[in-house]
């Protein structure tokens, strides 16, 4: 089946601190991979995706590579600021699947204090 | 800007209630799903329609329906509220085939307390 699995939170850390949020995914076939981030009181809005092994996508400062032998995307940036606390979703589309396509990981949630 | 809105934030509700959510989208997407966010649990599929009159079971059907009369409205009923159906319930959008390959576009969500 078509799983996501991320890493537990909450993270809290310090501005200009290293971010790494791990997610790992188990899929049938060749899935397209996702990141989301939701904003306090809004919904989720894309961050970056990437369609295809070894694929990066980046955005804002944030980056993913979907790295198929060790099936994971996790999402790295270098230095984070107090904007970006958030929630974050690793989500894979399956596009081999009839039915839903979509999966979404539980969500990480990240506090950036200055 | 696509723009994905839900027509209540908040809404509180009794046990046995029947209660409409509203979704409409501005872009004139083809696929519109509705999903509800429970936390340790994510984001799972009720349902989701790719055309005007269609729907398809998501991976949680049970209590709820769907109605998609028109392209940009999309509503998720619940026949009889209950209160394991307490949560954050989020509407997306997104346009054409195959549905995987297209970004979802999500409203801010409403909060529905079953009391």
């Known amino acids: 089946g078509n799983s996501v699995t991320q890493m537990e939170g909450p993270v809290t850390l310090s501005e200009e601190a290293f971010l790494t949020i791990n997610c790992t995914y188990t899929?049938?076939?060749?899935?397209?991979l996702f990141w989301y981030v939701q904003y306090p009181g809004e919904g989720l809005q894309l961050l970056l995706k990437?369609?295809?092994?070894?694929d990066k996508g980046s955005n804002k400062g944030f980056e993913a590579t979907y790295r198929k032998e060790t099936t994971s995307f996790h999402l790295e940036k270098g230095s984070v600021q107090v904007s970006d606390s958030a929630v974050y979703f690793c989500?894979?589309?399956?596009?081999?699947?009839?039915?839903?396509?979509?999966?979404f990981g539980t969500g990480t949630s990240l506090t950036v204090i200055p | 800007d696509v723009k994905v809105t839900q027509s209540s934030r908040y809404l509180v509700k009794r046990t046995g209630e029947k209660v409409f959510l509203e979704c409409v989208q501005d872009?004139?997407?083809?696929?519109m799903f509705w999903y509800r966010q429970d936390p340790g649990l994510g984001l799972r599929l009720i349902y989701f329609?790719?055309?005007?009159?269609?729907?398809e079971k998501g991976d949680i059907p049970e209590g709820y329906s769907v109605s998609r009369e028109k392209k940009e409205r999309f509503s998720l009923i619940l026949e009889s509220a209950s209160t394991n159906q307490t949560s954050m319930y989020l509407c997306?959008?997104?346009?054409?085939?195959?549905?995987?390959?297209?970004?979802?576009?999500f409203g801010a969500g409403t909060r529905l307390s079953v009391l």
């Open positions: 997306a959008s997104s346009h054409g085939q195959p549905i995987a390959k297209n970004i979802q576009y």
């Open positions: 899929a049938t076939g060749y899935p397209s």
């Open positions: 990437a369609t295809k092994a070894d």
């Open positions: 989500a894979l589309s399956n596009s081999a699947n009839t039915g839903n396509q979509f999966y």
């Open positions: 872009m004139d997407h083809e696929n």
């Open positions: 329609s790719y055309d005007v009159k269609m729907k």
